[in-house]
Structure formats: structure tokens, C-alpha cells
């Protein structure tokens, strides 16, 4: 087996089952004699061990800052029923979260990187067809291994198993990764609207952004629900109108979905006339000009942008963006309206955006209460050794 030894003092992450090893932290790495080449390959099995030659875990090699993904933190075979397993234990537990066989939902996260033990590698389920993504060489390789297990576990209800790594694969790999179907059950028929707390949504894992659909905001769009009956609401960066959905099948006066993309708007406008539903209206439109001049209009909002920040670098540029965005939503909602605000982007932690949020309300001048801090739903979930993994944080406020 290929061994990495990590620098003295850089292994205490690992040694608290960080799943990540970084580059800067790999002091030497040993080939065994009969490996063929003179250097590792992007997905290759290593075993990480300490200056000292403790043993630490297992995991896939990559070119980049995290150079090692790792899978186990204690001696395995990683072969066919090592991958199984994962999924296996990943599957058991949606199971145990009522998602696998709920009448009512039948999409979902099946597996989540990190807070399922295989780093960059996700599944989510559409009512028959899984979609998973590589973002790791490592998970790439193994594919047909997934797919197989796939079959294994789920059984009859499987009926397609597409691969959507193309965007996600590291940039810097000689691997093509195309999109497409790595297996389809003979003549069976895959469907692409898919239900999510009764109400339907058409899903377009093959065009559409990531998997297809956010799946991440179940939980956070029964919520707004809840709060809808007679009111007007306005779905702010919409995409396949998920809020706008839920909003107006719970009984809203009426919905105005925007997004600056005329593509998401068009999806918005599918799914709306797939629920059957009349009062709404869709704008392809900027957020922050389509604030303006709205005072008093609505009685709820709703702010989902997209990632404002991946990068540490552009994470000043993020806040203020927050804050503006939020600072328009809480100046013109109506007295007595809920504001749900969110955000995915990762290196803007849960306290960084309250306080933006925050700032927002000091500078619209007007009393501001938090009703419900909100996150991922559990199919996300996440592994307490990898904050990280808690990427969407947001807040439903109350504005006199």
C-alpha cells in the first residue's frame, strides 16, 4: 500500500477524523516496489500515517490543497463491499429519517460526502433515478462499484443511474467525466416529476444546476408553508420556484416568483402549472432592482440567492451583499411581515450572517425579531468532525 507520512504536528486534524489532509501537511510519500510509475496517480488508495509511523486512516489521493480525501480511519480492504456498505449505511439511515418508502416525498439526498464517510461524492434520488456526483477522482473510479451497489440496494424501485460529474470532477484531472446514463432498468420509464411533501416538481438532472433540483430546502420550504395561508409572498432568486410552490398550494393570496435567469423562470412557470396553480406571477428580473420602490407590497419574502462567496478571498465582497440584499427585503416588507433569508456559502459561518443580518436591520431602522434559526434538513447531514459540512444556514425574522 502507498504510504503518506504527515509532517510532525500536522496530523492533529486527522487524529480528531478531519476528513481532509491537505498538501502543505504530507511529508514524504513511499511507493511500494512495485508500483509502475515514479509518482502517485489523482485516485489512488493511500495510508496516512504520522511522523512517527502511526497509523491514521485511509483515503483517495488528489491533486490540489486537499491532496488526500479520506474514507476510513481504521485498516479496511477498499473493494466492492467496503463501497456497499457506505451506501448501504447511508440508505438504512434515510430509511430511519421516513424518506426511502414516503408516500408523500419521494426525492431525496442519499448520500452526502463527508457526513456519510465518502468525501466528494453525492447522491440524491428523483423518484426512481439516481444522480450522483464525483468530486473526487477517487469516487470517479469507482462508479461502476456504486452503480452495482445501487442496484443492489435499492432494488425494483431503481430505474436509472445518471452521472452528473462533469462540473463537479477537480479542473486540474486528465479524466473526462462526461455527463450521461451509467445504467437504465430495460423498458422502464423514468420519470422526471417528483413529489416533495405531496407537492410535484419536474426535475431536469440532465440540464438542469447540480442534480437538478435543491433538495436542501425541504424542511425550510414546509416551514414558509406554514406561514403562508392568506398572505402575498414574493420568491426572490426562484430557480424551479420550490417556495413559490409550496407558498401557494398552502394557501397564499398571491406569489410573485423573480430570478434574473429567464431559463429559471421558465422552470418556475412548469412547476406552477404542474400544481395547478393561478395566483402567481414570475418576472425575469434583478432582485436588488426589483426591491425598490416595493414598500408595503409584501407580507413575506424570500431571499436564496446563490453562493455570494466560495472563496475566502471574496468573503468581504459576500457580506456586503448580504447586507444590501437584506437590507432592501427588511426596508420595504410590510409592519408585521417574516423575512426568511439564507445563505449556501460556506466560508460565511452561521454567526458571520446573523450579524449581517443584523446590520441590515440597524440600517433599515426598524425592529427586527428571529423566529427560527435554520440549516440543511438531516439527508444533508453533517459530520461533527466536519463542520464544513454545514454549508446553508439561514433565519425567518419578524419585521415591525
Not at 513511499?30 to 485516485?43: A, F, I, Q, T, W
Not at 414558509?224 to 394557501?251: D, H, I, P, Q, R
Amino acid at each position: 500500500m502507498i504510504k503518506v507520512i504527515l509532517h510532525s504536528g500536522k496530523d492533529h486534524s486527522v487524529k480528531r477524523f478531519h476528513p481532509w489532509v491537505f498538501s502543505g501537511a504530507i511529508k514524504k510519500i513511499s511507493l511500494p516496489p512495485d508500483y509502475p510509475k515514479d509518482d502517485l496517480s489523482e485516485g489512488d488508495v493511500v495510508e496516512v500515517y504520522t511522523s512517527q509511523n502511526e497509523f491514521l486512516g485511509m483515503g483517495h489521493y488528489q491533486i490540489g490543497s486537499i491532496a488526500i480525501r479520506m474514507f476510513s480511519f481504521t485498516p479496511v480492504t477498499p473493494d466492492y463491499n467496503f463501497w456497499k456498505s457506505k451506501i448501504q449505511k447511508a440508505y438504512d439511515f434515510r430509511t430511519q429519517l421516513n424518506l426511502t418508502n414516503n408516500p408523500s416525498t419521494n426525492c431525496y439526498r442519499l448520500f452526502f460526502g463527508e457526513g456519510d464517510g465518502l468525501p466528494g461524492f453525492i447522491i440524491d434520488y428523483y423518484n426512481g433515478t439516481a444522480v450522483f456526483q464525483s468530486h473526487s477522482i477517487g469516487m470517479h473510479l469507482i462508479k461502476q462499484d456504486i452503480v452495482k451497489a445501487l442496484q443492489e440496494i435499492i432494488g425494483e424501485k431503481l430505474v436509472a443511474v445518471f452521472d452528473k460529474s462533469e462540473e463537479t470532477m477537480p479542473k486540474q484531472a486528465a479524466i473526462k467525466a462526461p455527463n450521461g446514463y451509467l445504467w437504465k432498468k430495460e423498458n422502464a420509464t423514468i420519470e422526471t416529476i417528483a413529489l416533495e411533501n405531496d407537492n410535484k416538481f419536474q426535475v431536469d438532472w440532465e440540464g438542469g444546476q447540480k442534480t437538478g433540483f435543491f433538495l436542501d430546502q425541504r424542511e425550510n420550504r414546509a416551514l414558509l408553508g406554514s406561514y403562508s395561508n392568506e398572505k402575498t409572498v414574493l420568491n426572490t432568486f426562484c430557480y424551479t420556484g420550490g417556495f413559490s410552490v409550496y407558498a401557494a398550494n398552502a394557501g397564499a393570496k398571491e406569489v410573485h416568483s423573480i430570478d434574473i435567469s429567464k431559463k429559471a423562470i421558465e422552470l418556475t412557470d412548469r412547476n406552477i402549472a404542474l400544481n395547478n396553480i393561478k395566483n402567481h406571477e414570475s418576472h425575469a428580473v434583478d432582485t436588488f432592482d426589483f426591491l425598490k420602490n416595493r414598500e408595503n407590497t409584501y407580507d413575506i419574502i424570500v431571499l436564496d440567492p446563490p453562493a455570494f462567496a466560495k472563496h475566502q478571498n471574496v468573503k468581504h465582497n459576500a457580506v456586503m451583499g448580504y447586507k444590501r440584499l437584506n437590507y432592501e427585503a427588511i426596508k420595504q416588507i410590510k409592519s408585521g411581515g417574516l423575512l426568511f433569508t439564507f445563505s449556501c456559502s460556506q466560508v460565511v459561518d452561521k454567526n458571520t450572517f446573523n450579524s449581517t443580518v443584523m446590520a441590515a436591520a440597524i440600517e433599515a431602522g426598524r425592529t427586527v425579531r428571529v423566529l427560527h434559526h435554520l440549516s440543511q434538513p438531516p439527508d444533508h447531514c453533517v459530520n461533527i468532525f466536519h463542520p464544513e459540512g454545514e454549508y446553508l444556514k439561514g433565519l425567518v425574522v419578524h419585521v415591525e
